[in-house]
């Protein structure tokens, strides 16, 4: 199994561009999350998927979007990428008592 | 919002010393998570707890549930085990884990 797989590993956008990182995973795994890391503050859930179809807002939703076609894939969209932005973005699978990261997305905004 | 805090924030030690981590949390929870943020930023879940006390090689977790509060130990320290530490909770909804800001462990050889 690959786990969590998150593409790309590092990005720099301008403001207002938009772009998708992409999250998938081979676990079969029904609950998937988005979280974002920034210096000083805990892992901040952004949007969670409790299966295919469902998606729900976490704690710090604006500014992305989310879907959730397939088990597998789980998205995030930057509608316009703001410098706020920037921060470290990790997916995340769960099963039991077990978390499953991704290795995460470098994302800076200028 | 349960808020979630860790001690120390930060951590230096010497290589074979016994390490001490603590979390503690506000509000009730179903389960509680410790993970492993390697210097590389990947992210590992080395325990969930939600009474008692787990233990795994060198590493041994406990908690209190009617104290809200858990602590990790490493025993016999090795510089591989210098690490962001992170506490999570959960709450027991869908609506995912809130975690501690991490302490950051560096262990001298």
């Known amino acids: 199994n690959a786990g969590v797989t998150q593409t790309p590993k590092f990005q720099v956008l301008k403001t207002g561009q938009s772009m998708t990182l992409q999250c998938a995973q081979d676990?079969?795994?029904?609950?998937m999350s988005w979280y974002r890391q920034d210096p000083g503050m805990g892992l901040r859930l952004i949007h969670y998927?409790?299966?295919?179809?469902?998606?729900d807002q976490g704690e710090v939703p604006n500014g992305y979007n989310v879907s959730r076609s397939t088990t597998e894939d789980f998205p995030l969209r930057l509608l316009s990428a703001a410098p706020s932005q920037t921060s470290v973005y990790f997916c995340?699978?769960?099963?039991?008592?077990?978390?499953?990261f991704g290795p995460g997305t470098r994302l800076l905004v200028l | 919002k349960n808020e979630v805090e860790q001690s120390p924030q930060n951590l230096t030690a010497q290589e074979g010393e016994f390490i001490t981590i603590n979390c503690s949390y506000s509000?009730?929870?179903?389960?509680l998570h410790w993970l492993q943020q390697h210097p590389g930023g990947g992210i590992v879940s080395l325990f969930m707890?939600?009474?008692g006390k787990k233990k795994h090689g060198r590493l041994i977790a406990t908690i209190n549930i009617q104290e809200k509060h858990s602590s990790l130990h490493i025993t016999a320290s090795h510089p591989r085990d210098s690490a962001v530490y992170i506490c999570?909770?959960?709450?027991?909804?869908?609506?995912?884990?809130?975690f501690g800001k991490g302490t950051h462990l560096i262990i001298q050889p």
């Open positions: 995340a699978s769960s099963y039991a008592e077990t978390q499953y």
């Open positions: 676990m079969n795994h029904e609950y």
């Open positions: 998927s409790v299966g295919a179809g469902i998606t």
């Open positions: 509000v009730g929870i179903s389960a």
């Open positions: 707890l939600s009474s």
């Open positions: 999570a909770v959960d709450g027991g909804g869908a609506d995912g884990l809130t």
